[in-house]
Structure formats: C-alpha cells, structure tokens
C-alpha cells in the first residue's frame, strides 16, 4: 500500500519558519521527481518547488530565496525548509512523488498539511 505521509505543517508568525517533510513508503519502482504544492483557501493548488532525483531543483518566483526543497534518496523523503513566510504561505501543502515503473509513470500525492502564517 502506497502512503505519502507529510509533516511539519502548523501555526507560525510571519518571518518564522516551518520544515516540512514527507515520506514515501510501498512504492513500486524507483522514485524519480518529488515536488511541493499548496492550495490557499478559494485557490487553485499551485506549485511551490520541485527537485529532480538528481537534486536539480526549481522554485515558484513567490518563494524564491525564501524555501529550500531537498531529498534523501535513502529515505525516500522530501523536505521543504519554509523561512521568512508571509501570510500569502497560508494553505495546504502536499507533496507529489512520481514513481517509474514497467508501463511508466505514475504520480502518487500526500494527504496534505496545514500551514498557517499570522500576520
């Protein structure tokens, strides 16, 4: 059974930081890209930053320099270091693992995690 089990998520002021983490377990195949999304409340879900199974990454323009995305390959985790949120962050965040397999892709998501940001 595939679970994406994230973490991390809470209640913080604006200019404190969260670190969120989520961690793949039952997947077959081997994990390729691993991303961060989030929906604010009456949103669309919007990407927040992605990370290649090489470690390349990329960032939406309203959080760079601000969140760092990782992996651990060996853990089959990803972690989103949040700094200096804004309460523009607020929203469900959720992390997306894309799994290779014998007839190709598949994208597995978490059940989300809470992320609020007072201003």
């Known amino acids: 059974q595939v679970q994406l089990v994230e973490s991390g998520g809470g209640l913080v002021q604006a200019g404190g930081s969260l670190r969120l983490s989520c961690v793949a377990s039952g997947i077959i195949g081997s994990i390729g890209a691993m991303a961060w999304y989030r929906q604010a409340p009456g949103k669309q879900r919007e990407v927040v930053a992605t990370?290649?199974?090489?470690?390349?990454?990329n960032y939406a323009d309203s959080v760079k320099g601000r969140f760092t995305i990782s992996r651990d390959n060996a853990k089959n985790t990803v972690y989103l270091q949040m700094n200096s949120l804004k309460p523009e962050d607020t929203g469900v965040y959720y992390c997306?693992?894309?799994?290779?397999?014998?007839?190709?892709?598949?994208?597995?998501w978490g059940q989300g995690t809470q992320v609020t940001v007072s201003s």
């Open positions: 990370i290649a199974r090489g470690s390349s990454t």
């Open positions: 997306k693992v894309v799994a290779w397999q014998q007839l190709g892709t598949t994208e597995y």
